[in-house]
């Protein structure tokens, strides 16, 4: 199974930046289609991103359309979500996800079978 650790989250304006990274170790990271969700206090786990194997296709939830950027990079075992205009209800914990589903794009919970242990951001008003 592939172990995942997310860095890049922290306390930003309104209107301000962040790049979150998923480091990958134990498998390559080209098996996996990857994902990112995250989940605010009190709220379930949502969908934000997903991007396919190398990077081909990418799939975004309405929310964060035109304002996310996910990406790839399978020589360093590497995924980014490059997140721009943030809002203060972008607030939660951001989780990388690995998937080994081949018959759609996963985009639910329980389509990721590997998680890293989540990275905070907050955008403040």
């Known amino acids: 199974q592939v172990q995942l650790v997310e860095s890049g989250g922290g306390l930003v304006q309104a209107g301000g930046s962040l790049r979150l990274s998923c480091a990958a170790s134990g498998r390559t990271l080209s098996r996996y289609y990857m994902g990112w969700l995250r989940q605010a206090p009190g709220q379930e786990r949502e969908f934000v991103a997903a991007i396919s194997w190398h990077g081909s296709r990418t799939d975004y939830a309405d929310s964060v359309k035109g304002r996310f950027t996910i990406s790839r990079d399978n020589a360093k075992n590497t995924v980014y979500l490059q997140m721009n205009s943030l809002k203060p209800e972008d607030t939660a914990v951001y989780y990388c996800?690995?998937?080994?589903?081949?018959?759609?794009?996963?985009?639910?919970?329980?389509?990721?079978?590997?998680w890293g242990q989540g990275t905070q951001v907050t955008v403040s008003s």
């Open positions: 996800a690995a998937s080994t589903m081949r018959a759609r794009v996963p985009t639910g919970r329980d389509d990721f079978g590997s």
